[in-house]
C-alpha cells in the first residue's frame, strides 16, 4: 500500500519550518525584492537551523544525519511558502554540499564539508546552467580536458545563484564522451565573475555569470576523483528541488486568494460564490496537491537510489508549467489588485516563471 503520510519527524519539520516561514521569510520578502538584496540576519538564522550541517556525517562535523531527499522537498516547499527568493538563498549551498556527500572522495570530503559545520554562514554554488536561448544540460559547451595531473576548463557559465560570496563554485563541464564536476575556487586563475544579473524574479537572490578561460583545477578535485560523479543525478536532483520550490510559491499563492476572495464583495456578493471564481479556486487547489505528489515521487525515487530521471523530468516541467497556471489565476482573482504591490502574488508570479525556466540551482 502507498502511503502518503509523513513520519512524525517530517511533520515536526514541516510544522517548524512553516511557523518560521510565516515569521521571519514572509514580512521581509517584499522589502528585499524591492531593494534587490537578501536579509543577512534571515541567512544567519537559516543557518542557526542545521539545515545543512545536520545532513553532513558526523565524521566531517555535521549532525550525522541520513540525507533525505523527501525532507529536502519539505523544506524547500515550506521555505519557499514563505518566500522562494529567500528559500533559494538560504540553500543554494545544499547543491555543493550534497554532491560532496553522494559523490566525493574521502579527501574531498574532508577538506569541504567541515566548512559547512562551523558557526559562521559558508557559501558554495553549483554552476550548472549555460547562456543561450537553447540550453540543454545534457550537452554542454563548457568543457574540460585533462593535460596530465589538472584539468583545463573552458566556457560560460550564467545564473550561478550566490556566486557574489561563494569561496567555491561546483562547475559542471562536457569532459570526452560524458560530463564531469569540478570543485574550482572563486580565485581560481581564469575565472571571471560578472556582476550581478538582473532578473525578471528572484530579484534579491544575487546570480552571477562565470567566464572560464583556461581555469586549470587538479585531478584531486575533479568530483569522485577518478570514479567520476553521476551527474545526471545532480540534474535529477536540482529538478526535483526546483519542483518543490514551485510548489510553495502554488501554495501561497492558493492559500492567500481563497480568504480574499471570500472576504471581497462585488455586486454585494462575495466573488468566491461566483462559479467562475469558486471553480478556478478548486482547480488551483487540486494541481498543487498534484505537483506535491509528483514532486515527492520523484524525491522517494532519489532518496531510494533508483533512477529518478523520468520522474524528475516530469516532476519539473509539469509543476512549472501549472505553478506559472496558478500564479498567473492568482493575479486574476484579485483583478486590479493582482497588479499592485500592496499584494504579494505579482512577486510570486515573477517568481514562478523565473523558477520554470531555470536548471541547477538548488538541490535537495
Not at 541520513?66 to 527568493?85: K, N
Not at 506535491?292 to 533512477?307: C, D, H, I, P, Y
Not at 509543476?319 to 504579494?344: C, S, T, Y
Amino acid at each position: 500500500m502507498i502511503s502518503f503520510q509523513p513520519t512524525e519527524e517530517q511533520e515536526i519539520v514541516r510544522d517548524t519550518l512553516r511557523e518560521f516561514a510565516a515569521e521571519a521569510a514572509r514580512p521581509i520578502a517584499r522589502e528585499c525584492d524591492e531593494a534587490s538584496k537578501l536579509s543577512e540576519e534571515f541567512l544567519n538564522q537559516v543557518w542557526e537551523l542545521g539545515l545543512l550541517s545536520t545532513a553532513i556525517p558526523a565524521a566531517y562535523g555535521g549532525g550525522g544525519e541520513d540525507r533525505s531527499p523527501i525532507m529536502g522537498a519539505i523544506v524547500l516547499e515550506e521555505l519557499a511558502f514563505g518566500d522562494a527568493t529567500l528559500a533559494a538563498a538560504a540553500t543554494a549551498s545544499a547543491a555543493f554540499v550534497n554532491a560532496l556527500i553522494d559523490f566525493g572522495t574521502e579527501e574531498q570530503k574532508k577538506a569541504y564539508l567541515p566548512l559547512f559545520c562551523e558557526a559562521s554562514p559558508h557559501t558554495a554554488s553549483l554552476a550548472l546552467v549555460e547562456p543561450g536561448a537553447i540550453y540543454d544540460p545534457g550537452t554542454l559547451t563548457t568543457s574540460a580536458s585533462r593535460h596530465g595531473d589538472v584539468y583545463v576548463l573552458n566556457g560560460t557559465k550564467s545564473f550561478v545563484p550566490m556566486g557574489d560570496r561563494a569561496s567555491h563554485f561546483l562547475v559542471v563541464a562536457s569532459c570526452g564522451d560524458g560530463r564531469d564536476a569540478f570543485i574550482v575556487p572563486c580565485d581560481a586563475a581564469g575565472l571571471k565573475l560578472s556582476e550581478p544579473e538582473k532578473n525578471l524574479g528572484l530579484r534579491a537572490l544575487p546570480t552571477l555569470t562565470l567566464e572560464l578561460e583556461g581555469v586549470e583545477v587538479p585531478a584531486a578535485d575533479r568530483l569522485g576523483g577518478d570514479a567520476g560523479a553521476d551527474v545526471q543525478k545532480l540534474i535529477d536532483s536540482s529538478r526535483t528541488a526546483l519542483a518543490a520550490t514551485l510548489v510553495g510559491i502554488s501554495r501561497a499563492v492558493l492559500e492567500y486568494v481563497v480568504p480574499y476572495a471570500v472576504d471581497r464583495e462585488a455586486f454585494d456578493q462575495a466573488i468566491a460564490q461566483k462559479q467562475a471564481i469558486a471553480f478556478k479556486c478548486a482547480d488551483m487547489r487540486i494541481e498543487t496537491d498534484a505537483c506535491r505528489w509528483m514532486t515527492w515521487k520523484a524525491a522517494s525515487q532519489l532518496e531510494q537510489g533508483v533512477s529518478a530521471t523520468r520522474a524528475a523530468h516530469h516532476a519539473h516541467g509539469y509543476v512549472a508549467e501549472k505553478a506559472m497556471w496558478i500564479a498567473d489565476n492568482g493575479v486574476q482573482v484579485l483583478g486590479g489588485h493582482g497588479f499592485i504591490r500592496e499584494h504579494p502574488v505579482e512577486m510570486w508570479y515573477r517568481n514562478a516563471r523565473t523558477l520554470g525556466v531555470l536548471e541547477g540551482l538548488l538541490s535537495i
